[in-house]
């Protein structure tokens, strides 16, 4: 069986394209190559071809015309859309992931030309594909009360940690902090600079606290779209030297990360997995997340989770556990058992099962 996967997003260079995606794509090679039969081969199309990524749409164009053509060359038996979309005239059997519907539960968080594509190409896509993996239970919900389709024909396969975010602890947990140049201990949020990771509301819960904590506020991740909201709140709040935005970092350096920060805050609105969840619980930082979308079945009980709209009560549970040195310890061992549930070898081995149905 030789697998094609779409890899037009597969990015190696730090920036925004490198985590979602770009992650989901090079994680899950990774698993595959380890799990599949010596005869099968996997091959990864529009890789490096920097164009297709970084302009969307000569993306879109070379996805319907040049994959089903190249595909067709390297006599591909399964087609992968990790992103919702396959060739619409390709005669190649074909699986697609649909990572979150957001773009139809918060539309006015999407830039426009972006949701009208995801809406066509995830609809056209779920229709054309003989099987559709979604990443959780409440994405597969949201798709099949979408777009009704068959319930057999989607396929739940949640994601994992990346084997290179590692629990950072002891002399060498000393040293990053030296490294990062922290003085002050912090609680952290992660994930790209957008309106559905609510972080307005993040930044008005810690104002309401920061006289009454030590911490800084640390908001790792690259600056994704319509960010001007967030950046008026920053403005607004004059937090100064309290809040720190590091932009994109590695994810050899998100361990470190996650390892020194007190708590790892994720208030979003709406996650089609939540990634950032296991990572922090993977390294050990107790997390207060929201209570939506798919947090409840990520997270379990080895977080603590609130409605995502209340700043007064995220400042007073943040607060709280801050002041909890005991019930962060309980957390903490929580996550770490979580975790493990997780990993890209069982994300590769079910995947994998997919595409043999698909190929038969």
Request: glycine share 8%; hydrophobic share 45%.
């Amino acid at each position: 069986m030789r697998i094609g996967i779409n890899a037009a997003l597969m990015n190696r260079r730090g920036g925004y394209r490198q985590t979602g995606i770009s992650r989901y794509i090079s994680e899950l090679a990774g698993g595959l190559e380890q799990v599949m039969s010596p005869e099968d081969r996997l091959v990864l199309l529009g890789q490096g071809a920097r164009v297709l990524h970084d302009s969307a749409i000569a993306r879109i164009g070379w996805e319907q015309t040049g994959l089903p053509v190249m595909a067709a060359a390297r006599r591909i038996d399964v087609l992968h859309g990790p992103l919702s979309v396959v060739p619409m005239a390709s005669r190649i059997p074909s699986v697609i992931t649909v990572h979150d519907l957001a773009f139809l539960k918060f539309p006015e968080q999407v830039p426009a030309s972006r949701r009208n594509w995801l809406i066509a190409g995830t609809r056209m896509g779920a229709r054309k594909a003989a099987r559709v993996i979604t990443i959780s239970e409440n994405t597969k919900d949201d798709l099949l009360h979408w777009l009704k389709l068959p319930e057999e024909k989607v396929t739940v396969i949640p994601l994992a940690i990346s084997p290179r975010i590692h629990r950072v602890s002891g002399t060498s947990l000393d040293v990053f902090r030296m490294k990062i140049d922290v003085d002050r201990p912090y609680i952290l949020a992660v994930g790209t600079l957008e309106p559905r990771k609510n972080l307005e509301t993040l930044l008005r819960a810690f104002a309401k606290i920061k006289d009454a904590v030590p911490h800084q506020l640390v908001l790792v991740g690259p600056e994704g779209w319509l960010t001007a909201g967030l950046k008026a709140t920053l403005d607004e709040l004059a937090l100064g030297d309290r809040v720190r935005l590091t932009g994109f970092v590695s994810d050899e350096e998100l361990g470190g990360w996650y390892s020194a920060a007190d708590l790892f805050a994720f208030p979003s609105w709406y996650e089609g997995f939540g990634l950032p969840s296991i990572e922090a619980m993977h390294c050990g930082v107790p997390i207060l997340t929201s209570n939506t979308s798919s947090f409840p079945e990520v997270v379990g009980d080895a977080g603590v989770m609130i409605p995502p709209d209340n700043a007064d009560l995220w400042a007073e549970t943040m607060q709280d556990l801050l002041g909890d040195e005991g019930r962060r310890r309980e957390l903490r061992q929580r996550g770490y058992v979580r975790a493990r549930d997780f990993s890209w070898i069982k994300t590769a081995l079910a995947t994998y099962d997919v595409y043999r149905e698909v190929a038969r």
